[in-house]
């Protein structure tokens, strides 16, 4: 397995540069907490807070949680955590990460309830589970009292999903802060709005919000580890957050249907009938426009998935989608 090496702020693979001896922390790289096929969640200390929960997403997208503002307080891509100061010393170090930070917000909880001015008066994290299949966390916590589940994701190089699930019953409207200094542009699922600059409203309505951040460009190279092609882990990290696989609408039609009968789509400026099968799938993964499903004219564009997956990864996305049929 490759393993990312840092050598200055660049992150390299031990495989690929011949001539990373210069690095001093070579042999860090025995400790380097490398992630396979499943997240990886480690706390430890990271950004000066001695609770932080470092993610490692497969794939190379890394995150840290602060549990005492419940934030996501940096992200990073490409190698994950090099765990020699706490596994050599007596623990409690500052554990240095395989990549340069890049920030996503404000040192504050970038939640308000009820008032987008209004500091929020509690909160408390209440910890935070894991998808069986992937291992990928979603952290629980409340503001307020209002119970809030949260997902990090990234379907693009330099992009930041953030997910959020929000209580059913009578709420009132939520806000969501962004930083203009840390984002160079932001996409939103349906319904919500803003309200003001930086300030996105998630009306009382909806359950569910999802909030895409495009960071400014990274001026550092971002080498992949070796690409899974591991097809349900590939769902989860670029397709779960808009296709649910239970029958729930997101942004695009839950999987659940994609063998139930036939759609009515758009192709070009005609109307037809189509029921799935393989042509189908691979052609809405590949030229998502081509075929647009009704009802959904208006639905944020699927990412172009070329940029990131390769043949191989769609490919085992398309024998996913077709093991689904009953
Ligand atoms: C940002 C949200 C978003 C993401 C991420 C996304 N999609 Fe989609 N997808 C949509 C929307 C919206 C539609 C419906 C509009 C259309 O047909 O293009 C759609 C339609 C589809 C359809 C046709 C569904 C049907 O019932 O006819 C397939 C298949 C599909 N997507 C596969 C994928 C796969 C595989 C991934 C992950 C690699 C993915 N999508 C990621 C938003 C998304």
Same mark, same amino acid.
């Given at each position: 397995?490759?393993?990312? !090496? ?7 693979m ?16 025995d ?6 096929? %499943?997240?990886v969640? &480690?706390?430890c200390v990271?950004d000066g807070?001695? %609770?932080? /929960?470092?993610?490692?997403m ?7 949680f602060?549990p005492? %503002?419940? %934030?996501?307080?940096?992200?990073w +891509?490409?190698g994950f955590?090099?765990?020699?100061p706490?596994?050599?010393g007596r623990?409690? &170090? @500052?554990? *240095? /990460?395989?990549g340069?930070?890049?920030?996503v917000?404000?040192?504050e909880?970038?939640l ?7 500091e929020?008066e509690? /909160?408390r +994290?209440?910890g ?7 291992g990928?966390?979603t952290f ?6 209002m ?6 994701v990234? $379907? ?8 959020? @699930? ?6 009132s *409207? ?5 930083d ?11 319904r919500?709005?803003w309200t003001?600059?930086g !300030?996105i409203?998630i009306?009382?309505?909806?359950r569910?919000a999802?909030?895409?951040l495009?960071?400014? *460009?990274s001026t550092?190279t971002f080498?992949?580890?070796e690409?899974?092609t591991?097809?349900?882990l590939?769902?989860?990290l670029?397709c779960?957050?808009c296709?649910?696989?239970?029958g729930k ?5 839950? $999987?659940?249907d994609?063998?139930?009968g036939s759609r009515?789509?758009?192709?070009? &400026?005609? !109307?037809?009938? !189509?029921?799935a099968?393989?042509?189908y799938?691979?052609e809405s993964?590949?030229q998502? @426009?081509?075929?647009i499903v @009704?009802g959904y004219e208006n639905a944020n ?5 070329r940029k990131t997956?390769?043949?191989?990864q769609v490919?085992a996305l398309v024998? $996913?989608l077709?093991?689904l049929?009953?």
């Amino acid at each position: 397995m490759l393993r990312g !090496v840092r050598s200055g702020s660049l992150v390299m693979m031990t495989g690929l540069v011949a001539c990373v001896s210069l690095a001093t922390d070579l042999h860090g790289g025995d400790h380097d907490i490398v992630v396979g096929d %499943r997240a990886v969640v &480690q706390r430890c200390v990271l950004d000066g807070n001695a %609770r932080s /929960i470092a993610v490692g997403m497969p794939g190379g997208f890394c995150y840290s949680f602060d549990p005492v %503002r419940c %934030r996501v307080a940096s992200v990073w +891509f490409g190698g994950f955590l090099d765990f020699r100061p706490e596994a050599t010393g007596r623990g409690g &170090q @500052q554990v *240095p /990460i395989l990549g340069s930070p890049r920030m996503v917000g404000t040192a504050e909880l970038p939640l308000r309830i009820a008032a987008p001015d209004r500091e929020p008066e509690s /909160i408390r +994290f209440d910890g935070y589970r894991r998808e069986r299949e992937t291992g990928i966390p979603t952290f629980l916590y409340r503001v307020d009292g209002m119970p809030i589940e949260q997902r990090v994701v990234s $379907f693009d190089v330099d992009q930041v999903t953030i997910e959020l @699930q929000l209580p059913g019953e009578e709420r009132s *409207p939520v806000y969501y802060l962004t930083d203009p200094e840390a984002v160079e542009r932001v996409e939103l699922s349906d319904r919500l709005r803003w309200t003001a600059a930086g !300030v996105i409203e998630i009306p009382a309505s909806e359950r569910w919000a999802q909030i895409r951040l495009q960071l400014p *460009p990274s001026t550092e190279t971002f080498v992949r580890p070796e690409p899974s092609t591991n097809g349900r882990l590939l769902y989860a990290l670029h397709c779960m957050s808009c296709h649910t696989l239970d029958g729930k609408k997101r942004i695009g039609p839950s $999987f659940a249907d994609l063998w139930k009968g036939s759609r009515t789509v758009v192709r070009g &400026q005609q !109307v037809a009938e !189509v029921t799935a099968t393989e042509e189908y799938i691979r052609e809405s993964i590949l030229q998502p @426009q081509a075929t647009i499903v @009704q009802g959904y004219e208006n639905a944020n564009r699927m990412v172009d998935i070329r940029k990131t997956l390769n043949e191989k990864q769609v490919d085992a996305l398309v024998k $996913f989608l077709m093991d689904l049929k009953p």
